[in-house]
């Protein structure tokens, strides 16, 4: 069993910038992130390659947020900028040991505990 570990998160500004960390105990699967709402399923953010070398953004990440990885520290990273209210959500991130999937929450078979990111004024 993977363990994901989640740090970041909070009350931030429209405007602001967050960082979001993802820490997956040793192992440097592709790792997806997620954002929930109440009421609402898990909608794809983005997800970067084993390597690092590839990344794909949903439509309302795109050109705002940057997923970038530190293997040696087996931590992946969602750099959130120009952040609006409508991105307020609960952030999950994942890890899918195959490797195939991306924008499908079905597709991960490890989570980490969710962080709640508010934006509001």
């Known amino acids: 069993q993977l363990q994901l570990v989640q740090s970041g998160g909070g009350l931030v500004q429209p405007g602001e910038s967050l960082r979001l960390s993802c820490t997956a105990a040793?192992?440097?699967?592709?790792i997806g992130w997620f954002r929930q709402v109440p009421g609402k399923g898990r909608e794809g953010v983005g997800c970067?390659?084993?390597?690092?070398?590839?990344?794909d953004y949903a439509d309302s990440a795109e050109g705002r947020f940057t997923i970038s990885r530190d293997n040696a520290k087996s931590t992946v990273y969602l750099h959130m900028s120009s952040l609006k209210p409508e991105d307020t959500a609960v952030y999950y991130c994942?890890?899918?040991?195959?490797?195939?999937?991306?924008?499908?929450?079905?597709?991960?078979?490890?989570w980490g505990q969710g962080t709640q990111v508010t934006v509001s004024s």
């Open positions: 994942a890890a899918d040991p195959t490797g195939a999937g991306c924008f499908s929450p079905g597709m991960y078979r490890y």
């Open positions: 040793g192992k440097n699967y592709k």
């Open positions: 970067i390659s084993s390597d690092g070398g590839s990344t």
